[in-house]
């Protein structure tokens, strides 16, 4: 796999931190143009169903870094591998999707009961 966050079932942190850059060239992709958002959508690996599709924040667009945090219950999920696509969406006008999408493993959270 091209990249592995690890997360645990039901947990809501950490946030995501990523930063965009172009593929052929390995700069950041400017993200300064106020109406610029950057749009992020999960699902589980080798399905089409989109689990939740989430606005990330700007940390540096200068440098093409934004944060993602998990929306409420996000990953209240099953264990498992899934993955995050990125895309952006240049001044209001134009896409532009990420080709790598984000692999996630979900890892289970022990039972606290027992």
Not at 33 to 48: D, I, M, Q
Request: glycine share 4%; net charge negative; charged share 25%.
């Amino acid at each position: 796999m091209r990249n592995l966050v690890h997360v645990v079932q039901k947990d809501e942190r950490p946030d995501l931190i990523m930063q965009i850059t172009d593929v052929n060239t390995g700069k950041p992709v400017d993200l300064t143009h106020p109406a610029t958002t950057v749009v992020c959508r999960f699902r589980k690996k080798g399905t089409t169903k989109v689990l939740f599709t989430q606005t990330a924040e700007m940390v540096d667009a200068f440098e093409g870094t934004v944060s993602m945090s998990w929306p409420t219950d996000a990953l209240d999920i099953d264990p498992g591998l899934y993955e995050l696509q990125v895309t952006i969406n240049f001044e209001g006008v134009e896409e532009q999707t990420v080709p790598y999408p984000v692999n996630i493993k979900v890892w289970e959270r022990f039972d606290a009961s027992t």
